[in-house]
């Protein structure tokens, strides 16, 4: 089995990215600077849509539609040929794992026919990475050591990062039940909107001078950082059904609903700040404390959050790292650009398998 670490096989030649861990089918292609060639997303949900949610099976299917299809369109819009690859990223999990073993099971073939290095990348990885991905040009040079909290439909994180180091993703908090962007969908399709519900949130907030709402934000009494939110999902539901917002936004945003939609989205953005300020407090007497703060996953498209985040860096003198929008969304840009700067391991092409639980920061033997 080859063994190579991220960084040695990228010197030359363009790297491929797959990425098809839930609903986003994506293939990039990046140089050895970091710089996206091209980023294809084919997004599946309008198909998802009439379900309320992700349907794994129709995932799976919608990936094997889309994938080659998109390897060939991502390779000639970098003005490339499969002869320019010299390596291949895929990501191996965590996801779904009917969707992720269509995206290994391609990238697995590419590169044994290529004899090129397969890199297994950890989704959350890619997104860790992602605010230093840039739409044009090479990324952003990474800091040696950032913490990155990563808010998605499946995840909520902080991470602490040393990129190219012997370990290069520590997992310092998670959720204890919901992930932040579950319960923007899951309160956002009580109230009537459609999935996924975050940006709807976000859009009728928008409309709201202020809110006469208030919502819980958990403060854990252990000492512990992590997150928890289904406190706050169940009485916003309780909330919006006492005050007759059940299925109101399927019509309209009156100007209740805005201000419902407002008051809980600033107490999921609370909560996220306040752990962020408490393990920034933790660790900046370390010595080589670190120096940027990122944000990643889909919910760092919030406006709100974003705002948010920006005015705590600038209060604490912290650089923050806000992924432009396109790479906030699951994306393969992300996937390739891990594999280079986090000392991700080139594995026998034939080992690799899709991994539907899988902690940031392992490595494949
Ligand atoms: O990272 P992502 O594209 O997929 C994974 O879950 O991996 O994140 C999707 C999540 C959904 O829960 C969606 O509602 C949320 O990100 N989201 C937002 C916004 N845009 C996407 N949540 C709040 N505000 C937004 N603008
Ligand atoms: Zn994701």
């Known amino acids: 089995m080859t063994s190579t670490r991220g960084g040695s096989s990228f010197h030359s030649g363009l790297l491929l990215g797959v990425e098809t861990s839930c609903d986003e089918t994506s293939v990039a292609i990046l140089d050895h600077e ?91 990885e890619g997104h860790i990475v992602s605010p230093y991905l840039n739409r044009a040009g090479a990324a952003t040079p990474m800091p040696g050591r950032y913490l990155a909290l990563v808010v998605s439909g499946g995840h909520s994180s902080i991470y602490d990062v040393r990129p190219r180091s012997e370990v290069p993703v520590a997992v310092i908090n998670r959720t204890r039940d919901d992930a932040a962007g579950e319960v923007f969908d899951k309160v956002a399709k009580f109230v009537g909107f459609p999935y996924p519900g975050g940006p709807h949130v976000e859009r009728a907030s928008q409309d709201a001078a ?55 989205q600033a107490a999921i953005v609370e909560q996220l700040i306040d752990r962020l300020d408490a393990v920034w407090r933790a660790v900046s007497n370390e010595s080589a404390r670190p120096t940027e703060l990122a944000i ?70």
Not at 212 to 217: A, E, L, Q, T, Y
Not at 300 to 328: Q, T, Y
């Open 34 to 124: 970091g710089a996206v060639h091209s980023n294809l997303i084919a997004s599946q949900i309008e198909r998802h849509r009439p379900f309320g949610g992700v349907v794994p099976e129709i995932a799976s299917r919608e990936h094997l539609r889309h994938l080659m299809p998109l390897v060939t369109k991502a390779v000639s819009d970098a003005g490339a040929t499969l002869d320019d690859i010299s390596a291949i990223a895929v990501t191996s999990g965590p996801g779904l794992i009917g969707a992720l073993l269509v995206g290994v099971a391609a990238a697995q073939a590419l590169a044994w026919g290529r004899r090129l290095p397969l890199y297994p990348v950890n989704h959350l």
């Open 210 to 264: 202020g809110s006469r709402f208030s919502f819980p934000v958990a403060k854990l009494k252990d000492g512990s950082f992590d997150f928890s939110f289904s406190g706050l999902k169940a009485s916003a539901i309780r909330l919006a059904r006492v005050e007759g917002l059940e299925g109101a936004g399927a019509e309209s945003v009156s100007p209740d609903l805005a201000g419902f939609c407002k008051g809980f």
């Open 296 to 365: 990643a996953g889909g919910v760092a498209a919030n406006g709100a959050l974003r705002d948010a985040v920006l005015e705590w860096g600038s209060a604490h003198g912290v650089v923050v790292r806000l992924p432009e929008k396109i790479f906030c969304t699951d994306n393969a840009a992300m996937i390739a650009f891990a594999a280079m700067v986090l000392g991700e391991r080139a594995a026998d092409p034939a080992r690799v398998t899709a991994r539907s639980r899988f902690q940031p920061g392992t490595r494949f033997p």
